[in-house]
């Protein structure tokens, strides 16, 4: 069994820091691409930041200069530096994992259970 595990959410005021965690862990043969998506209530669910399994980051244009997307160096981990956070960053945050799980035969898309990210004044 796999599991998609993330942390690091909370509330913070507008110009605050939050540091968002994911590990991933089960009988995974690889580990492909790893991102953070964010939903709100009604909205659909959109990507945030991604990394490659080579390294290369991908930013929504909202976020570039904000947030830094990271792993570690066996894949397991990603996580995501959100600095001077905005009201309009509220929103659940789940993190995205291409896996190659023992006994499949491709890649597919394992999700966390998601993460509450407030930004209040």
């Known amino acids: 069994q796999v599991q998609v595990v993330e942390s690091g959410g909370g509330s913070v005021q507008p110009g605050g820091t939050l540091r968002l965690s994911c590990v991933v862990s089960g009988r995974i043969f690889d580990v492909n691409a790893m991102g953070w998506y964010r939903q709100t209530p009604g909205a659909q669910r959109e990507l945030v930041a991604n990394?490659?399994?080579?390294?290369?980051?991908n930013y929504v244009d909202s976020v570039k200069g904000r947030f830094t997307i990271s792993r570690n160096g066996a894949k397991t981990s990603v996580y995501l530096q959100m600095n001077n956070l905005k009201p309009e960053d509220t929103a659940v945050y789940y993190c995205?994992?291409?896996?190659?799980?023992?006994?499949?035969?491709?890649?597919?898309?394992?999700w966390g259970q998601g993460t509450q990210v407030t930004v209040s004044s």
């Open positions: 990394i490659t399994s080579a390294g290369t980051t």
């Open positions: 995205n994992a291409d896996l190659w799980v023992s006994g499949e035969t491709t890649y597919k898309d394992y």
